[in-house]
């Protein structure tokens, strides 16, 4: 049982480039999250997929897209790739009862140059 | 708009020195209030859920309380190893999570 895992642990683009960063849950969970830690702001969500076939976007959606290919699988785009989007990158999942905790990935580290 | 502010933004304590963290709140709505270890380089580890005001909640030297519009989370005797960065979160009635900026604890031997 691995949990949540994302890929790459590690990504340096130039700007306008794009990417996809992966991330897949074994939990059973129906919501997923995708969020950024950026230093003296705390997580901020970034879009979310409360069950499979359905995301919504979060507090800071700008640049960014995601698809939730299956139960398992949600995954973040970066389509033009911005400076202001270097950050660290969490995915997390929640079990189907209400008051679930979160479970997080190990993040992605993106930098943007 | 939910907003959670933890002070304060840094602790740096001495080996066995107890201390409290502080959470403050402001929600409409509060379904639960999370509390989170996060090391340097990994995600956001679960530690504790309160639902309700009163309510407390132990794990080791870790105790987190809750009133209507804060947490506290206790570190009794702390040790090196407890040294992380300590968030907090509320979740409301769409069932998303607002966190705080964090508190970075710092146990020196």
């Known amino acids: 049982n691995a949990g949540v895992t994302q890929t790459p642990k590690f990504q340096v683009l130039k700007t306008g480039q794009s990417m996809t960063l992966q991330c897949a849950q074994d939990m059973n969970h129906n919501s997923m999250y995708w969020y950024r830690q950026d230093p003296g702001m705390g997580l901020r969500l970034i879009y979310y997929?409360?069950?499979?076939?359905?995301?919504d976007k979060g507090e800071v959606p700008n640049g960014y897209n995601v698809s939730r290919l299956n139960k398992r699988e949600f995954s973040l785009r970066l389509e033009s790739a911005a400076p202001s989007q270097t950050s660290v990158y969490f995915c997390?999942?929640?079990?189907?009862?209400?008051?679930?905790?979160?479970?997080f990935g190990p993040g992605t580290r993106l930098t943007v140059l | 708009e939910d907003q959670v502010t933890q002070s304060p933004e840094a602790l740096r304590l001495q080996e066995g020195e107890s201390s409290s963290l502080n959470c403050s709140y402001t929600?409409?709505?509060?379904?639960?209030l999370f509390w989170y270890r996060q090391d340097p380089g990994k995600g956001p580890e679960f530690l504790f859920t309160l639902y309700s005001a009163g309510e407390e909640k132990e794990k080791e030297r870790l105790k987190a309380t809750l009133t209507k519009k804060e947490s506290f989370l206790h570190i009794t005797a702390p040790k090196p190893e407890d040294s992380a960065t300590y968030l907090c979160a509320v979740q409301a009635h769409d069932y998303k999570l607002s966190f705080g900026a964090g508190t970075t604890v710092t146990v020196r031997a």
């Open positions: 997390a999942s929640r079990g189907t009862q209400s008051y679930n905790e979160q479970f």
């Open positions: 997929s409360a069950s499979e076939g359905t995301t």
């Open positions: 929600v409409s709505g509060l379904r639960g």
